[in-house]
């Protein structure tokens, strides 16, 4: 049992969560001279280099770039104008950038958190504790709330007071368990699929990212560097990760991603093989009392269509501006409207990975009715300039405004 220590701290804002919401709603509140605790669990270091998501929509990068965010990014990050279904044997391009004069942005997640938690910490002076344990809420629905946490040098259990705490601790945090029971609706929806999330050493194998719809199952590829690549295979959901060794993941990899004249997959070391069984849930709303979460810790949505990092930057610019604005003016309406604003972009991106699941599985569901709904989908996409645009306008985003 932690010992706690005498002595509170106070600052306006405590972050639980050093993720990208987390540290961007920090960012934020120090360039508006607002003091905030950012509270981790993980090291500085782990952080850093823990690879997921790298795919931004070209709004998250404009609003990473107002609030003085996305100098590294903009430096270093890839441009993305089109995307590669593979289905029956044949390759078909899809040219976004040319439809829609918009783009993506391929940055990996640890790169940004890098970038954020150097601003944050050694250019803004932001307060931060890493590898903290056992995080606490109390007071949640007191103008007083405060956090408590176990310090992991001395062992003592510290609390920070503040007015707001914003629980952006993702999907396995501890803050969405502090709302009381009854506050909160928890949507979930279980795709009933797995995905084997593979980083290899290894160049990319095409220009953009590649869809592969095969009988065998999903399979996909995306950049995330010059040297390394992402890829996914369909799985059963909770497949072990060690009954895919080397030689059945390239195996695999090469029949669902095959199609003519497509170039040789370049193989490489697996770096990171992992599954994820595929499942999204949804909080409402997503504040209770002097709580407010954001990101993850909020709302999941399986990596299918790319959105959760996207999602977790809109929630932080609203919170954030809503805090600054409550705290600097005493202005209450953006904090009024954050969780209905969120919830918007939430449901309809998760409405779009539900319909693009459909697309990337149907092939493999073995029922022919859904394998060939399927296909006229994804024929759709190719012969349709309409449906080509509102696949486009859903993909990008490009309705999101921050
Ligand atoms: P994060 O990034 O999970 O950060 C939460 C932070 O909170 C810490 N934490 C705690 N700290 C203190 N006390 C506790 N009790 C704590 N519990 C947890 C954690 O250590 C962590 O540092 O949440 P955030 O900020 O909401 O960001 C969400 C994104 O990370 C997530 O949505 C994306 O990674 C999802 N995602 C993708 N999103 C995209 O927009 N584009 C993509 O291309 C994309 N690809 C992906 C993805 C997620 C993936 N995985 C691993 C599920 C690819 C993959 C494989």
């Known amino acids: 049992m932690a010992t706690p220590s005498a002595a509170a701290e106070r600052f306006p804002v405590v972050i639980v969560g050093a ?43 404009h609003g990473l770039a107002r609030r003085g965010l996305a100098r590294r990014l903009l430096a270093r990050a890839q441009r993305h104008t089109a995307c590669e279904f593979r289905f029956g044997g044949e390759r078909y391009l899809f040219r976004y950038g040319e439809m829609t004069d918009r783009h993506h942005w391929v940055y990996p997640q640890h790169f940004l958190v890098t970038d954020l938690v150097r601003e944050y910490v050694d250019v803004r002076g932001g307060a931060a504790r890493f590898g903290v344990r056992d995080v606490r809420l109390h007071g949640l629905d007191t103008e007083r709330p405060s956090v408590s946490y176990v310090c992991p040098d001395s062992g003592e259990r510290r609390v920070a007071e503040c007015a707001f705490v914003a629980g952006c601790d993702g999907a396995r945090g501890v803050t969405r368990d502090a709302v009381p ?34 009988p065998r ?70 504040v209770s009392g002097r709580l407010f979460l954001a990101g993850d810790a909020a709302h999941l949505t399986a990596p299918i269509a790319a959105k959760g990092m996207n999602l977790a930057l809109h929630d932080a610019f609203l919170l954030a501006d809503g805090l600054v604005a409550r705290l600097t003016e005493g202005d209450d309406g953006v904090l009024a409207r954050y969780s209905d604003t969120c919830l918007r972009l939430v449901w309809d991106y998760q409405e779009f990975s539900q319909w693009l699941s459909e697309v990337y599985h149907g092939t493999a569901s073995g029922d022919p009715y859904r394998a060939a709904t399927t296909l006229a989908r994804l024929r759709r996409l190719f012969d349709s300039p309409v449906a080509a645009a509102a696949f486009a306008e859903q993909y990008l985003g490009t309705r999101t405004a921050v």
Not at 19 to 39: E, S
Not at 189 to 213: H, K, N, Q, R, T
């Open 19 to 61: 993720g990208p919401a987390g540290l961007t709603v920090g960012c934020v509140l120090r360039a508006a001279g607002v003091d905030c605790l950012v509270l981790e669990c993980e090291t500085r270091a782990f952080v850093e280099r823990r690879p997921r998501a790298g795919v931004i929509e070209e709004w998250a990068v």
């Open 217 to 286: 199952g999903f399979a996909g590829h995306m950049q995330r560097s010059p040297e390394v690549t992402r890829y996914y295979l369909q799985c059963p959901p909770g497949d072990d990760p060690e009954s895919w060794p080397h030689e059945r993941v390239w195996g695999e990899l090469r029949q669902r991603l095959r199609a003519a004249d497509a170039p040789e997959l370049n193989e490489g070391r697996l770096i990171e093989k992992r599954v994820l069984d595929m499942h999204n849930y949804v909080v409402e709303p997503m």
């Open 181 to 214: 029971a009854g506050r909160t609706r928890i949507s979930r929806y279980d795709y009933g699929i797995g995905w084997l999330a593979l980083l290899a050493e290894a160049p990319p194998s095409a220009e953009c990212v590649v869809f592969g719809m095969h």
